[in-house]
Every structure is written in structure tokens, then in C-alpha cells.
């Protein structure tokens, strides 16, 4: 396969493991001989005769699961010449006496080195290698409260943890520390890890103070310089890195810093500006991607860089294999017929020779072909089956399916009671004209099971997917394009069962003479028989690819992805590893920047997957930018949210004070259960560190935190006048629970979800080229005679479609190292007992709630948790298994 098989493979992996084996023990022959049987054992001075042993346990560098061969002999080279990694404790109760600072600070220990660093082998698989350090103890540092590592070699390691046993009149002390070394010559100060419990910044011992404020300096950087891989920099800078200025095509405005194109901030990276355009930041070449710069402890972990790297290549070859395929094919942009698109997932397509073939497999090292072998074991050239489309070939083209997945399915936060009918516009007038809808009564009284309308809105029985006016103001510049498509609207009906019907689609167009005429409208009805049906059914095509769009863009990229990354840039500025609250929300901050960089390098740049795929187009993230304005951090509050869409009213008598408009709504259901767990967990931990608001109003760091996301992270919004004072405890419950909710829960909702029912691109496209056929023309004629035809002419075409499946399927999967709700990295995450009891309570409820959502999807009675695909609602499944499973709340937006 690809002239490369996999014995190949094995060959060289046993020739890479025999070669290690040879440098290491050639390696330790030269210490021996050089420097003595004991060497490496003890190189302390003696100053007491206590000795006090420690683990350090730390994973070497390493490229995906092979040794990084050069690094390995380097290290132990610098061993061999007394270049060492060595570590001395800061006392947290003997100050330094020969300090010349005013402020007093812990005394610094005598060092000790790693001992027998280069008669440890290095695991062959990336894992743990352990060491032991021996201190002479020093009986005036007392108690350890941090320690400096130095590392004298050549390469970067990933340290782990640090336990000291039997340490005098204190026992054992942890420290975690999850966090990459770097060799001592990159950094000013040599690396600080604290021990592993959590202080307020006044609370703090006075010795360990100026070591704190010192390290968040570091972490704060100056601002300036392109910043290097080693750098443990976090800073913010606009969405400037997005376009091209030396390429016509790929000119793209700056978004974010303007009351035009306002954004939240992403990471800095310092990369220079384009020589054409001094406030565009230079690009990297997709081969770079991974070059992009992230603090290292923000990159992903070699496990998750081993399968984002398989399923993203593997990915890429099922892209490309029917577009090889395709050159053959008279009509390349099209699939002929729906079974052309099921040979996507029955593995009909063979791998083609060529020189397009050659070029990509040039790049593709053998480490990553082992990794595609690893995958999955599924042909190269076949998708997994979406399970929208398993149980029922057809079930995703009624008017019940399409309804329900407004309900349980990938976005499902979109949907609103209709609170006014006919429904109204909030665009400008002066600039658009009248934007309201033409859906009149008559349109709709026959489906209302004899209920007028007025009875309907006041029984809160009608519903509307409204995509109008965020859509309608780019709709003349799209439909300029290839791509043909309209704003819509869509009006829904609960029935006595709790389900929904859709009875009107309202399709919108700008006036071809002028914006200010206001809107062309074309209200289209169910249907089902004849051309009406046919009509009827492209309808709600138009509205699943307006749907798809306002989702990836809105709903996903920038309520999830965009919006949290400068809380994670401020929680590591402002608040100290030492801080309660970045104990709190650091495992919800896992991967988010690394995923967010690759997407502005992949994704969401000009003519990237994004604008590729999606019937925004160029416009795509300027779009978002226009929605932004209107972000509101409290309203993302689920609760919150659900009331302002009108899907619940405040009820005290109901379970968590709210009443659904639908009972039966899997989303808000499970949603607001995995909510009320998040608050009950944050308000138990919050409460055992702030114990009276005064506390909150008086802790630096705090405010610190608070005050740079406003001004700086989300600068663009920072007069708005419903930020969250934090000025209380209340605050910091809420706001805390909203970032994780964010971060965990509604992404999991709005993410995981895609692949399972847009991985079959009828059911969701992502953009549109046809408009409605009109009467008296010949698409007319042929929507009468061929619907199917007609059908795959208006929706995505082939490649399109392909790389819209092969980028949702990477989106969809749960990596091998993935960390779920309710679990942490580390047991061992924070030395405070009511918090880690408080963890496990909340861990135990979580799996309370999963037995819950199994059982309510056996209920026959909740029809909108199943549905006629048969597909059980299982988006906030707290846990998961590795790979496309439809399930799983991971800690983070770590995909």
C-alpha cells in the first residue's frame, strides 16, 4: 500500500528500538568508565544527616511514538559532562537571610540532581520514566511550599509530578506540575512549580509571595517580539492572521479592535506583519501549521497529537481518493444519484496512481503512515456510516426528522417561541426596507388543528427558526457568487404528542433594484404530493444549509471556540497556579488554544476548509463578527438563554425554577441537568474560599483577572454595561459556571453531534446553488419530472461536500486522551479535602444524570429523543469512548 507496507513499518520500528538500545548502553559503559560505578547517585553538599527522598516522574522528549534519537544520546551527553537537571526547594517558613530585597522570600535549598538519568532507558512508546532525587536536608527550609528545576541538557521534558517522602515534621508533600521544561539557556529565571495546594493572593505565605507575582510576570511577557516555541508567553492579538493582502482573492478585513468588525481576542503570536500591509500578521503554509505558536503546555498532549495527526491524514486521503477517482467522471462537481453517495460509506472507491497522489504522499512522514495503519482498520477510501442515515435510508427527508433535530439535534439552540405573528424584522429600515415576513394567516390556519392563530401564539404552540436578518444583509454578495441561496424562516407547530411540524418556510430575497425596496418573499407550504412536495422539500433544503451555516459559524466556532480563548489568555496572566480559581477552570481550558490556532491556519482563513464548504464563503467570519456585537456574556447562562428564546418561563415549582415550553425538549432537559451539577459543584468550591464577599472584592488577582478580560480580552465589548461586577461571591459562582458550562457542556451539544447527522450531506448541507425553480421554466419542468436530480444540482456538490464530511469527521471524534466532565488528569489535583469530597460528589452526580438520559431515550412517550431516524439523543452523555460515538462532555473545547 502506497509502496510502503506495514511489515516495513515493523522493520523499522525494531530498527529504531535496536539502535536506542545501542546508543543507551554505549552511553553508560562511557560514564562508567569516565566517572565511577556511583556516578549520578548523589551530588549534594551534606549539611544535616537527614536525607529526604523524592519521585520525580516526567515523560522524555519524544516525536509521536518513537524516541527522538538525537535528543536522547544529546541528554545523556550532557549528563556525562555534568550538565545535570537538578532541583532545590523554596522554604515556605525559613526566609532568606541573605537576600538584599526589602521583602522577605523563601530560602532556597541546597540543588540535588535526577539521579541515574542515563542508566533509566527511555521507554520505547512515549510513557513515564521515573527518577529519584535524594536532598540532603536542609533543616531551615523546613517546609518545601516550591521548587526550581534547572535543565542542563539538550532537550525539553514534560514534568509530571514531584513527591517527597518522610520530609521532617511534615510527611509527604506533592507537587503537580504538568508542565514542559525547556533547557535553562531560554529561560530568564529558572522554572517554578508550587506545591499543590491553593491560596488566595492574600493568603499566600509571605515567603512565597514574590515568587508568585514573579511568575506571572514571566507569563505576561512584554508584548513584544515574534515568540518562539520555548516561550511561556500568553498575550492577545486581533484576528489579523486570517487573509492574504498579496493575494487578491484572500484579502480579508482585520476582525476585531474596530466598532465595525469587533471580535474576542486570540493568542498572540508576534509573528511580523506582511510586507504590503503592516496591519496583516504573515501566514504560515498549511505544511506549518503546527509550527503556529501556542505556550507548549497549551499544545496538544503526544497522545492526542498522535490521533489528531492519523484521523486528520486518514481524513484527507478519503477526500482526495474520489477526487482522484472523480477525474474520470464526466461530471465531476456532482454526485449522479443518492447511491453515488453511499459508495462514501460502502468502500467502492479503489486508490488511483498519479502524480496528485505522489505530491501528497511526499509529504506524509512514515511515522505518520504507521499512524494511519494504527486508526481505525477501515479502508482508507470509507466513511463510517452517520447515524442519521442507519437505522432508515429515508427518514431524514420528513418533515417529523427535520423538525426534531431543531430539538436534539447538532444545533439545537437556534429555535424560539414565535412571540408576535406575523414575525418582524430588527434590521435598519432606512438601509434594507421592510424585511418582515409575508406569512400571512391563511398560509397556515389548516395545520393549526383548528386553533387560530392568535389562540396559538397565546398557547405558545408556535415556533420559528428565524435566519433571516442575520443572514439577509450578506445575501446579494453570496448569491453574486456560484453559490445561490435565501434567507429563511421557518414557522413550526407542537402538536398534542410534543412534537413539532414545520407549516411554513419563508424564503427571502434583497429587491434586485435596491436594498431599501426591502425583501422579495416566497412563503412555501407542506406538501405531498406532485411538484408542490418537490418544492415543499427544496424548501426546507434551504433552510438546513442556512442552518448549517449559522451553526458552524455562530453556534460552534464563535459561541464556543472564539469566545472562551480570552478567558483562557487572562486565567493564565492574571491568576497564579497557586489561585483557587485557576485550580478551577484550568482543566476546562485543555487544548482550546492549540485547536483554535490550527483552525485560523486551516479553517477559518481565506479559502480555507471553512469558506470552501459553507455558503458564507469570504464573508464567513466577518459575518460572525456582525453577531458578536450582540453577545452577551450572563445571557450564555443556560437558564438564562432558554427563557430569552421563550422555550421556558421561570417557575419555582418546577425542577431547576424553570418550566419548558416543550416538555419534551432533549436538549434543555439533559442540558439543564448537567447545569445544575456544574453550579452545585462551583458553588461548593467557591464557598471554601471566599467566605464573605469582601474576600472577592479584595483579592487582586481576582479583580486583576476580571478587569483584563473586559478591557482586554473581550476589549471590543468592555462598556457594556452587563458585565458581572465581581464584587461578590454570587458573581464568582455564576461567572465561573458559565465559563465551564461553555466550555464543556454546550460545546459538547453543538460539536459533537455533526458528524452523526451531517456526515450525510442531504440532511445538512452546507450551501446551496440553485434558487427555487419558478413556474412556466424549464427547471420547472425538470423538478416535475427528475426531483432527485434537481435536488443534488441545488445542494452541495461533490467536493464540497467530501471535505465538509472529512472536516466534521476529525471534529466529531474523541481522542485516546480525552478528559471528561467530572474527571481530572491528576486525583490529586489540589491538597484540600472538601473540595476533592465536593469533585467526587459532583463526579457521582454526573453519573447519576447519564443513567437518567439512558433511560429517558427507552421512553416511547418522549418521541423527540428518538425520532423517526432512530437516532437517541446522547450529545450531553457526560462519558464517552474514544472515536465517532455521538456522546461525551469532555472537560474542554479541546476539538
Known amino acids: 500500500m502506497f509502496g510502503i507496507s506495514k511489515n516495513e513499518v515493523e522493520k523499522e520500528s525494531e530498527r529504531h528500538t535496536q539502535t536506542c538500545t545501542c546508543m543507551d548502553n554505549m552511553v553508560q559503559k562511557v560514564a562508567k568508565l569516565l566517572l565511577g560505578e556511583d556516578y549520578g547517585r548523589k551530588k549534594t553538599k551534606t549539611k544535616t544527616k537527614t536525607k529526604v527522598k523524592g519521585k520525580v516522574v516526567l515523560m522524555k522528549k519524544n516525536v509521536l511514538d518513537f524516541n527522538d534519537l538525537g535528543a536522547s544520546v544529546l541528554d545523556r551527553a550532557h549528563e556525562l559532562f555534568g550538565q545535570h537537571i537538578s532541583i532545590q526547594f523554596i522554604s515556605v517558613t525559613h526566609a532568606d537571610s541573605g537576600s538584599t530585597e526589602k521583602r522577605l522570600r523563601g530560602k532556597v535549598g541546597e540543588p540535588a540532581i535526577l539521579e541515574d538519568w542515563i542508566s533509566t532507558i527511555t521507554p520505547l512508546t512515549v510513557g513515564e520514566s521515573t527518577y529519584e532525587v535524594t536532598f540532603d536536608w536542609d533543616v531551615e527550609i523546613g517546609l518545601p511550599g516550591a521548587f526550581l528545576i534547572q535543565n542542563l541538557h539538550h532537550s525539553e521534558f514534560y514534568l509530571m509530578t514531584l513527591t517527597l517522602e518522610n520530609v521532617p515534621g511534615h510527611g509527604q508533600v506533592h507537587f503537580v506540575c504538568n ?31 514574590p515568587y508568585r507575582e514573579e511568575e506571572l510576570v514571566i507569563l505576561r511577557g512584554n508584548g513584544t517580539g515574534m515568540l518562539e516555541k520555548w516561550d ?53 503554509s498549511l505544511l506549518e501549521s503546527n509550527k503556529v505558536y501556542v505556550p507548549r503546555d497549551e499544545r496538544f498532549g503526544h497522545l492526542k497529537k498522535s490521533d489528531f495527526l492519523a484521523y486528520g491524514v486518514e481524513s484527507v486521503l478519503k477526500f482526495l481518493l474520489p477526487e482522484f477517482e472523480g477525474l474520470a467522471d464526466d461530471t465531476l462537481n456532482e454526485f449522479d444519484s443518492f447511491e453515488d453517495i453511499m459508495k462514501l460509506y460502502n468502500g467502492g472507491i479503489k486508490l488511483p496512481q498519479g502524480p496528485s497522489l505522489d505530491r501528497t504522499l511526499e509529504n ?65 429600515a432606512k438601509v434594507h426596507g421592510n424585511q418582515n415576513s409575508s406569512i400571512r394567516a391563511h398560509h397556515i390556519e389548516e395545520h393549526l388543528d383548528g386553533l387560530e392563530v392568535d389562540e396559538a401564539v397565546k398557547a405558545n404552540r408556535l415556533f420559528i427558526l428565524d435566519h433571516h ?49 426591502g425583501a422579495i418573499n416566497r412563503v412555501c407550504t407542506p406538501a405531498k404530493d406532485g411538484v408542490e412536495a418537490s ?13 448549517s451555516g449559522v451553526h458552524q459559524l455562530i453556534s460552534h466556532w464563535l459561541n464556543t471556540h472564539a469566545v472562551i480563548e480570552p478567558f483562557v489568555i487572562a486565567t493564565n496572566r492574571q491568576l497564579s497556579a497557586l489561585h483557587p480559581i485557576n485550580k478551577l477552570l484550568h482543566p476546562h481550558f485543555r487544548d482550546t488554544m492549540n485547536i483554535n490556532a490550527a483552525a485560523r491556519n486551516v479553517l477559518i482563513s481565506s479559502k480555507g476548509i471553512l469558506e470552501r464548504t459553507f455558503f458564507t464563503g469570504k464573508y464567513s467570519i466577518e459575518m460572525s463578527s456582525k453577531i458578536y456585537k450582540n453577545w452577551v456574556f450572563p445571557n450564555q447562562a443556560l437558564p438564562v438563554e432558554l427563557v430569552l428564546r421563550g422555550m421556558a418561563v421561570e417557575d419555582s415549582n418546577s425542577p431547576h425554577g424553570l418550566r419548558l415550553t416543550i416538555e419534551d425538549y432533549p436538549y434543555a432537559v439533559d442540558g439543564l441537568e448537567i447545569w445544575s451539577a456544574i453550579k452545585i459543584w462551583v458553588q461548593e468550591y467557591c464557598t471554601f474560599y ?60 453543538v460539536n459533537f453531534g455533526q458528524y452523526p447527522y451531517a456526515g450525510y450531506p442531504p440532511n445538512r448541507p452546507t450551501l446551496t446553488r440553485r434558487l427555487m425553480p419558478e413556474p412556466n421554466t424549464l427547471e420547472y419542468d425538470e423538478l416535475k419530472d427528475d426531483p432527485k436530480k434537481v435536488f443534488l444540482k441545488t445542494v452541495s456538490p461533490q467536493i464540497q461536500s467530501l471535505l465538509s464530511i472529512t472536516l466534521i469527521e476529525i471534529l466529531s471524534r474523541h481522542t485516546s486522551d480525552e478528559i471528561y466532565l467530572g474527571q481530572r488528569e491528576c486525583p490529586e489535583w489540589t491538597m484540600d479535602a472538601e ?20 433511560k429517558m431515550n427507552k421512553d416511547e412517550s418522549l418521541k423527540n429523543r428518538y425520532g423517526p431516524a432512530k437516532v437517541p439523543y446522547t450529545l450531553l452523555h457526560p462519558s464517552s469512548e474514544e472515536g465517532l460515538t455521538g456522546r461525551g462532555i469532555p472537560n474542554s473545547v479541546s476539538i
Open 535 to 547: 418544492v415543499w422539500h427544496l424548501a426546507k433544503t434551504y433552510v438546513a444549509a442556512n442552518d
Open 469 to 517: 436578518d442575520s443572514l439577509m444583509p450578506y445575501v446579494k454578495r453570496i448569491n453574486a457568487t456560484s453559490t445561490k441561496i435565501y434567507a429563511t424562516r421557518t414557522l413550526l407547530f407542537l402538536q398534542k404528542d410534543g412534537t413539532l411540524k414545520p407549516i411554513a418556510i419563508e424564503l427571502s430575497l434583497p429587491h434586485e433594484d435596491d436594498d431599501k425596496f
Open 364 to 428: 506524509i512522514s512514515l511515522q505518520m503512515f504507521r499512524e494511519l495503519i494504527r486508526s481505525d482498520g477501515e479502508g482508507l477510501a470509507k466513511y463510517s456510516i452517520p447515524q442519521v442515515i442507519e437505522a432508515d435510508l429515508s427518514a431524514w427527508s420528513t418533515d417529523e426528522e427535520f423538525a426534531r433535530e431543531m430539538l436534539a439535534g447538532v444545533n439545537p439552540v437556534s429555535i424560539q417561541l414565535l412571540k408576535e405573528f406575523p414575525p418582524t424584522s430588527k434590521l435598519d
Open 690 to 749: 471566599y467566605k464573605t464577599d469582601n474576600m472577592v472584592q479584595s483579592d487582586t488577582e481576582l479583580q486583576s483577572w476580571w478587569k483584563e478580560i473586559r478591557e482586554e480580552g473581550h476589549g471590543d465589548l468592555k462598556h457594556e454595561p452587563w458585565w458581572p461586577k465581581m464584587t461578590s461571591v454570587q458573581d464568582v459562582i455564576d461567572s465561573c459556571t458559565i465559563i465551564i458550562w461553555i466550555s464543556s457542556a454546550l460545546h459538547a451539544a
Open 179 to 209: 508542565s514542559w521544561v525547556y533547557p535553562s539557556k531560554y529561560y530568564t529565571k529558572d522554572r517554578i512549580f508550587f506545591a499543590n495546594k491553593a491560596y488566595l493572593p492574600g493568603e499566600t505565605p509571605v515567603l512565597l509571595r
Open 835 to 854: 473540595p476533592l469530597k465536593a469533585f467526587e460528589n459532583f463526579g457521582n452526580k454526573l453519573k447519576e444524570i447519564e443513567g437518567r438520559i439512558v
Open 232 to 284: 511561556r508567553v500568553y498575550d492577545y492579538a486581533l484576528y489579523n492572521d486570517l487573509g492574504d493582502p498579496d493575494d487578491e482573492d484572500k484579502v480579508r478585513p482585520v476582525i476585531g479592535g474596530s466598532s465595525e468588525y469587533p471580535y474576542p481576542r486570540r493568542g498572540r503570536t508576534g509573528r511580523p506583519a506582511t510586507e504590503s500591509d503592516p496591519n496583516t500578521e504573515s501566514r504560515l
